[in-house]
C-alpha cells in the first residue's frame, strides 16, 4: 500500500491549493481516507475524512468552511482543496487510508496506512 501527497507549496495568505492523494496497491473505494497536519514543534492533528462513497466528510473546527475534502475513486486519488489559507495552516500535510469502520474519524491510530507528507506554506 501506498500513499503519494502532492500538490503542497508556499502561497500567500488568502491563497488556494488543492492536494492530491494518489493511491496505489489497493482499491481506495474500500478505505475511509483522512487528511492529517503537523507543524513544526506541535503534534500531528486531524483535518477532514471522507467515507468509502463520498456520502460524509468530517472536518476539524480550524478549517470547516474552508476546505472541501473529495474523492475520485476511479482515479484512486483523494483531494483535499484549501481555501482562503492562513498562515496557521502551514504544515506538512498527511493522506492517511483505513481499512476498518472508526469510531472516531479523527483519531490519527484509527488509520492503517499513510503517505508521506507536503509541505504547505502560507505566508502573511
Known amino acids: 500500500v501506498q500513499l503519494q501527497a502532492s500538490g503542497g507549496g508556499l502561497v500567500q495568505a488568502g491563497g488556494s491549493l488543492r492536494l492530491s492523494c494518489a493511491a496505489s496497491g489497493l482499491a481506495l473505494s474500500t478505505y475511509i481516507m483522512g487528511w492529517f497536519r503537523q507543524a513544526p514543534g506541535k503534534e500531528r492533528e486531524f483535518v477532514a475524512a471522507?467515507?468509502?462513497?463520498?456520502?460524509?466528510?468530517y472536518y476539524s473546527d480550524s478549517v470547516k468552511g474552508r476546505f472541501t475534502i473529495s474523492r475520485d475513486n476511479a482515479k484512486n486519488t483523494v483531494y483535499l482543496q484549501m481555501n482562503s489559507l492562513k498562515p496557521e495552516d502551514t504544515a506538512v500535510y498527511y493522506c492517511?487510508?483505513?481499512?476498518?469502520?472508526?469510531?472516531?474519524?479523527?483519531?490519527?491510530?484509527?488509520?492503517?496506512?499513510w503517505g508521506l507528507g507536503t509541505q504547505v506554506t502560507v505566508s502573511s
Open positions: 492517511a487510508a483505513d481499512r476498518g469502520t472508526p469510531s472516531d474519524y479523527s483519531s490519527l491510530y484509527e488509520y492503517d496506512s
Open positions: 471522507i467515507d468509502r462513497s463520498a456520502s460524509s466528510t
